[in-house]
């Protein structure tokens, strides 16, 4: 079975501070990809980040960076810098067999001034 | 601008009336998808077209149907709609799977 986990209902972090949004899967395929998506209130899915199961060196994309740990199974997102606008949902996703995408359950980050 | 348009934005039914979400995409991406979101279960697959001409299973995928109907193009549709498919709805493309989706930005769907 594949799935996706994140423990994180709802998170805190001071404006300027770094934070760290867990996310663990499970799955039983060598090849594998893993996604993070910020969703503000204003509803619509922004992609962030991806990770291969094969990349050697852990992604980044500006104050993103994923956490891999591939014996773990965990793909952590860590937002350096936070700023009031990172305040939003954030899902963590995984691409499985047949093209497939499973989501976690998301995290509520809010960032306080 | 390119990328997921879906319509409708919002939309009310009665619980037994029949609609057709409509989703298009202008980036030559090979795989549509459309998921659910309610609360607390974040983003659950009902349907998937991987190419154009096939569809396939997700899932939640009862209650609903779906057509590919060009590359561009695909459809959700309820037959007979009823309350727990009170959902927000989004439509999903991609070029391959090692990319990321790009989504629509989502149908409000209330059933009374």
């Known amino acids: 079975a594949q799935k996706i986990t994140q423990t994180q209902p709802g998170m805190f972090v001071q404006e300027k501070e770094a934070v760290t949004l867990d996310c663990t899967y499970d799955t039983s395929d060598p090849s594998y990809g893993l996604f993070w998506y910020k969703q503000p209130s204003s509803g619509e899915m922004i992609f962030l980040i991806y990770q291969g199961s094969y990349d050697q060196q852990n992604a980044t994309e500006g104050r993103y960076s994923l956490n891999f740990q591939k014996a773990r199974k965990s793909a952590n997102l860590v937002i350096s810098a936070s700023q009031l606008g990172d305040s939003a949902m954030y899902f963590c996703a995984m691409r499985g067999t047949g093209n497939q995408f499973y989501f976690g359950t998301g995290t509520s980050l809010t960032v306080i001034p | 601008n390119a990328g997921v348009t879906q319509t409708p934005k919002f939309q009310v039914l009665k619980t037994g009336q029949s609609m057709t979400l409509q989703c298009a995409q202008d980036?030559?991406?090979?795989?549509m998808y459309w998921y659910r979101q309610d609360p607390g279960m974040g983003l659950r697959l009902i349907y998937y077209s991987a190419s154009e001409g096939t569809t396939d299973k997700g899932e939640v995928p009862n209650g609903y149907n779906v057509s590919r109907l060009n590359k561009r193009e695909f459809s959700l549709r309820l037959e007979s709609a009823a309350p727990s498919q009170t959902s927000v709805y989004f439509c999903a493309s991609t070029p391959t799977a090692t990319y990321g989706y790009t989504f629509g930005s989502g149908t409000r769907l209330t059933v009374v």
């Open positions: 980036m030559n991406h090979n795989s």
